[in-house]
């Protein structure tokens, strides 16, 4: 936690969205790929944005239905796009890889603009939090001196 105090307000907030963004792709696997390049090529705290990946797991369960879903009304396709017709096992490897592709296009329409509108939030939001605890700290420190012995060195006795 001590570290975050050390983060400039933007640095946190690109953590958070871009791992919130990056940890819901609906491809298993490649979030915790995307993440690291994504924290190498941003330059923020790599655990952090791995944090946030991992808590962002859950959500990307919830959405993978969804985001098949609007892909496929994206591309027209029918509503049942991710139900497999048939026995055929190519034909189902195929469907697979259209609903996947659907899924992806569908997770870079809806999460890029979702992504920078919670960017923007969260800087916001931390700048007002951060400007309220210096407002604390501002009151405290100059409060601090009047409550100082300042000048004695007996130790505050007097005689």
């Given at each position: 936690?001590?570290?975050?105090?050390k983060m400039p307000v933007?640095?946190?907030?690109?953590?958070?969205?871009?791992?919130?963004?990056?940890?819901?792709?609906?491809?298993?696997?490649?979030?915790?790929?995307?993440?690291?390049?994504?924290?190498?090529?941003?330059?923020?705290?790599?655990?952090?944005?791995?944090?946030?990946?991992?808590?962002?797991?859950?959500?990307?369960?919830?959405?993978?239905?969804?985001?098949?879903?609007?892909?496929?009304?994206?591309?027209?396709?029918?509503?049942?796009?991710?139900?497999?017709?048939?026995?055929?096992?190519?034909?189902?490897?195929?469907?697979?890889?259209?609903?996947?592709?659907?899924?992806?296009?569908?997770?870079?329409?809806?999460?890029?603009?979702?992504?920078?509108?919670?960017?923007?939030?969260?800087?916001?939001?931390?700048?007002?939090?951060?400007?309220?605890?210096?407002?604390?700290?501002?009151?405290?420190?100059?409060?601090?001196?009047?409550?100082?012995?300042?000048?004695?060195?007996?130790?505050?006795a007097s005689g």
């Open positions: 936690m001590l570290a975050f105090r933007e640095s946190i907030a690109r953590c958070v969205a871009v791992g919130l963004v990056l940890g819901v792709c609906p491809v298993y696997g490649c979030p915790t790929i995307f993440c690291a390049v994504a924290a190498i090529l941003l330059r923020v705290n790599l655990p952090a944005i791995q944090l946030v990946n991992y808590l962002a797991f859950p959500l990307q369960l919830a959405l993978l239905i969804p985001f098949i879903r609007l892909g496929g009304w994206l591309f027209r396709g029918d509503r049942g796009s991710a139900v497999i017709h048939g026995s055929y096992a190519w034909q189902a490897v195929g469907v697979l890889v259209t609903s996947g592709l659907h899924a992806i296009v569908a997770w870079f329409c809806v999460c890029l603009p979702a992504g920078l509108l919670l960017y923007v939030f969260l800087v916001c939001i931390l700048r007002a939090i951060g400007r309220k605890q210096n407002g604390y700290a501002q009151r405290f420190f100059e409060w601090l001196p009047q409550r100082l012995p300042v000048g004695r060195c007996d130790g505050g």
